[in-house]
């Protein structure tokens, strides 16, 4: 330690100066060392404060000034970074009502909803000139829908002998009536000229509506139109027509689903259920999936029924239980 004293002339760490050599060599034997260390800190120390002042102003000032902007966004309601551009709305009344009698149960629902927005997916584009322009019911909005689901235990135990073979047999079903799906329009020609970008697939150019009514074919298995396709003509250049993007309704729902299945029981827990189920057991066609009526005036097709849910499929199911 003497040789390192000795031969070493210590470097303030806080000043960068060089120390007495009287400071290196005996500070282990002099206190007054410590002394003349300590002024030499009080003498620099300023410096030293200064650059961790200099610091701190560097980290503090710009995290007050983001603050003050942020603050000042938020009251302006816009934001150089985004803005919210739309919001939906949606309002229901639900009813459900249960009974159970002897064998038979059902359960019945009864919903009357309108579900509200600007657009309804990220295909779907927002006009940028003015966000409500294209207010409307939602493409997924269902006004009515009502269903009723069923279970009766049938009285074949008591009418035939009771045994396995006649006892467990039970018929179920559901029952759905629902208005349609919204028409979504739309037009394909970019009059508006805001051409349509990435997912936004949907142009946000609308038809224009002459005002002398939809006219709604209650039957579009006819093969005709759905709506009255003359009252609607392209939007002129650099306009984007005057008709809502969703104004009215498609076909609704009229469905009925049902199974036959019969439970034997062997031990206490082991069990075989046997189902017969048939889906659309009336084979009603169905047209109520999303955009099953052509909405977009650019197609050959305008207001013409291009889809429909399957026909009645039937399938039978097994179950062990054990």
């Given at each position: ?49 200064d ?20 603050v ?20 229901g ?90 028409v979504?329009?739309a ?7 805001v051409q ?66 019969k ?9 075989l ?19 099953s009526?052509?909405?977009?005036i ?25």
């Amino acid at each position: 330690m003497d040789w390192f004293a000795q031969n070493t002339r210590g470097v303030s760490l806080i000043t960068g100066r060089a120390a007495p050599e009287k400071t290196m060599k005996h500070h282990i034997l002099d206190p007054q060392v410590d002394y003349d260390y300590t002024n030499l800190c009080a003498e620099d120390g300023w410096q030293m404060q200064d650059r961790q002042s200099a610091v701190n102003n560097v980290v503090v000032v710009p995290v007050i000034l983001f603050a003050i902007i942020a603050v000042l966004v938020l009251l302006a309601g816009h934001s150089a970074f985004g803005q919210a551009v739309s919001n939906s709305k949606y309002n229901g009344l639900e009813v459900t009502m249960k009974r159970t009698t002897g064998p038979l149960t059902f359960l019945a629902s009864y919903t009357y909803s309108k579900s509200y927005d600007q657009t309804s997916s990220i295909q779907e584009q927002v006009d940028p000139y003015n966000y409500h322009a294209l207010d409307g019911v939602s493409a997924f909005d269902l006004k009515h829908n009502f269903v009723v689901s069923h279970n009766y235990d049938l009285p074949t135990g008591r009418i035939l002998p009771s045994n396995r073979l006649t006892q467990g047999w039970a018929l179920s079903g559901v029952t759905r009536f629902a208005s349609g799906l919204p028409v979504t329009f739309a037009s394909s020609s970019d009059n508006y000229l805001v051409q349509n970008n990435g997912v936004n697939a949907t142009s946000i150019d609308m038809p224009n509506y002459d005002g002398s009514g939809y006219k709604i074919n209650h039957n579009p298995r006819n093969g005709r139109p759905y709506f009255n396709t003359a009252a609607f003509t392209p939007d002129a250049l650099g306009t984007q027509g005057n008709s809502r993007r969703r104004m009215f309704y498609g076909p609704g729902i009229d469905n009925n689903d049902m199974a036959m299945h019969k439970v034997t029981k062997f031990t206490e827990g082991r069990s075989l259920e046997l189902r017969l189920e048939m889906f659309n057991v009336f084979n009603h066609a169905q047209f109520y999936p999303n955009g099953s009526v052509d909405g977009n005036i650019g197609d050959s097709s305008f207001g013409h029924v291009l889809r429909a849910a399957d026909p009645r499929i039937g399938q039978i199911a097994a179950k062990f239980t054990f």
